[in-house]
Nanobody, 124 residues
Framework: QFQLVESGGGSVQAGNSLRLSCAASGRAFNGYGLGWFRQPPGAEREFVAAISWPGTTTNYAESVKGRFTISRDNAKNMLYLQMNSLKSEYTAVYFC?????????????????WGQGTQVTVSS
């Protein structure tokens, strides 16, 4: 069973940084595109960032460009999201996801596996 588990969420003040991690178990990430999505309170899930296999292409939502960096460690089956200069509007549950296609896709419905999410709260 392929499972994804996020960690690293928490409560921080605006302007600070957090690093989210996503660990895969059950099988390797090999060949899979990976992504981060978030769901703000009372809103729908939205795309944040994605990375292709083996990591040559990345995509970001306009709202996080220049602030967030997605990366992957294929040897360790780990996905990361470095979040800098956090803003209160980034408060959300953050999910990692994996898809069988190797591309850095931005559409949530194209992803095949999801973690349970980690809460990020940014106070102003």
């Amino acid at each position: 069973q392929f499972q994804l588990v996020e960690s690293g969420g928490g409560s921080v003040q605006a302007g600070n940084s957090l690093r989210l991690s996503c660990a895969a178990s059950g099988r390797a990430f090999n060949g899979y595109g990976l992504g981060w999505f978030r769901q703000p309170p009372g809103a729908e899930r939205e795309f944040v960032a994605a990375i292709s296999w083996p990591g040559t292409t990345t995509n970001y939502a306009e709202s996080v460009k220049g602030r967030f960096t997605i990366s992957r460690d294929n040897a360790k089956n780990m996905l990361y999201l470095q979040m800098n200069s956090l803003k209160s509007e980034y408060t959300a549950v953050y999910f990692c996801a994996a898809r069988r296609a190797s591309v850095a896709g931005t559409t949530s419905s194209r992803y095949d596996w999801w973690g349970q999410g980690t809460q990020v709260t940014v106070s102003s």
